[in-house]
């Protein structure tokens, strides 16, 4: 009689774990979900500024491809002109500053900045994302358009 | 996404990684074995304090 | 389970597995180090500095097993009230956050000169600090209520509360936009590292998955002495 007791106050807890567990994950992912993908975004891509119709002045993250044989540096050597690209929009932007070490044509950047009245991006910093492709050197094959995907 | 390869000198990042990892899991592992070997002797001399009291009566 | 249940079969069945981990340990350290330093080629962008990749992402992966292991010693503790699983826990939580802070400080040594800054508030980076303080917090609750039972009850219900962290610093690269890249080994296209880098990454990460054997049998065997001390102490007492 005591050991069916015990037994039925354990399945009584493994349901009452369960069941907690079960609606704890389905309220915190529907919480996230309902946030969206904008607000828990670090940046916003090209697109997303055209769509929100971003200000000038107003403070934000932009990230997306630098466009190929879109990058030129002005001859104080320290002043950087590109396009940020996601293969939708093309936003220009210009940065004053150092360029960290993984950034090149093709690459993806997050920068912070904001629009001028020209609908440039005035960028004060600028980070290199790093994608999840890891290769000796003369392995990968040479892209001309940042929006192809070599091998695939 | 080209090619081209940093040529900087890493050296120093590098070395603090592997330096912190070594140290962290070296302390980890020695307070961990240290802790473990306390705990044996007082569990030890405990049980046989309680060995000899029974055997006084 | 019931082969779990006796802490004394445990520590029998620990002592046989010791040496073998121990070996393991050493021989996949000494290699995985050699790999690393001597025999992978660097990267095609990212130089030499991809040589961190073979301590960030171990530790990485230790820092998300290491939850798990507490997670479900948790879900067994609370509801079948298991002695090994409510220590098991405990056990292994200092472990964990170790795993978690050498992630997220090698991480940053990593990010300096490749992005170009230590730390960013995206997805992936906050989620994993997010796990640093679920560690320490469930640490800090076993070290702050002095009723044992009490303090692994109200520590398992944390570590099972917070285990809804762990699919979100899975997939959080995959839902937002986020600074760190995506996955590369564990994605079902198959790997994107090439094969000469995935081999030290390998090796580095079994000798990791041996050191968290090692140390959590030590830390197992520490907390079954304790919850000894403390009978016989009682004992000892009440003068039985």
């Known amino acids: 009689m005591a050991k069916s007791g015990m037994k039925t106050r354990k399945k009584q807890r493994l349901l009452v774990m369960i069941t907690g567990i079960v609606v704890l994950f389905a309220a915190v992912f529907l919480v996230l979900f309902a946030m969206g993908k904008d607000s828990l975004s670090l940046f916003l891509q090209p697109s997303g500024v055209q769509e929100r119709q971003m200000e000038p002045g107003r403070h934000f993250r932009l990230g997306g491809l630098v466009a190929m044989e879109s990058y030129s540096k002005a001859e104080d050597g320290l002043t950087h002109q590109f396009t940020v690209t996601d293969c939708v929009v093309d936003v220009p932007v210009v940065f004053k500053g150092l360029l960290p070490d993984l950034f090149r044509e093709g690459q993806g950047i997050v920068s912070e900045g904001a629009l001028n009245e020209d609908g440039v991006f005035v960028a004060t910093t600028v980070l290199a994302k790093h994608d999840e492709n890891y290769a000796p050197p003369g392995t990968m094959p040479t892209n001309t358009d940042a929006c192809v995907h070599p091998g695939g | ?57 | ?240």
């Open chain 3, 1 to 240: 389970m019931h082969i779990f249940a006796n802490p004394a079969r445990f520590v029998r069945l620990a002592d046989k597995i010791m040496p073998w981990a121990v070996v393991v340990f050493i021989g996949t350290l000494g290699y995985g180090l050699y790999l690393a330093f001597f025999d992978s080629p660097i990267d095609y962008q990212q130089g030499e500095s991809v040589r961190i990749m073979y301590v960030h992402v171990p530790a990485a992966w230790m820092s998300m097993f290491t939850y798990m292991v507490i997670a479900v010693s948790s879900f067994v503790a609370l509801v079948w009230r298991h002695p090994l699983a409510q220590i098991a826990g405990k056990a292994a939580a200092p472990i964990g956050a170790a795993f978690t802070a050498l992630a997220l400080v090698t991480g940053a040594l990593w990010g300096k000169p490749m992005w170009g800054t230590y730390w960013v508030w995206d997805g992936r980076l906050t989620s994993v600090l997010i796990l640093f303080f679920l560690y320490l917090g469930y640490m800090a609750i076993w070290q702050a209520m002095d009723d044992e039972e009490k303090a692994g009850r109200a520590a398992a219900i944390l570590a099972l509360v917070g285990s809804v962290n762990i699919p979100i610093i899975k997939f959080s690269v995959d839902w937002w936009n986020t600074l760190h890249q995506p996955a590369s080994v564990m994605r079902l296209d198959g790997s994107t590292i090439d094969g000469s880098m995935l081999w030290p990454l390998f090796m580095m990460a079994i000798a990791f998955q041996a050191y968290f054997v090692i140390v959590f049998f030590w830390r197992m065997k520490l907390e079954i002495d304790r919850r000894k001390i403390a009978v016989l102490r009682l004992q000892e007492v009440s003068g039985s």
């Open chain 2, 1 to 57: 996404m080209n090619e081209i390869v940093n040529t900087g000198d890493y050296s120093g990042y590098i070395a603090l990684s592997y330096g912190i990892v070594t140290v962290v899991l070296l302390a980890v592992a020695v307070f961990s074995k240290l802790g473990q070997q306390k705990a044996r002797k007082e569990a030890e001399a405990l049980k046989a304090l309680r060995k000899s009291r029974v055997e006084d009566f």
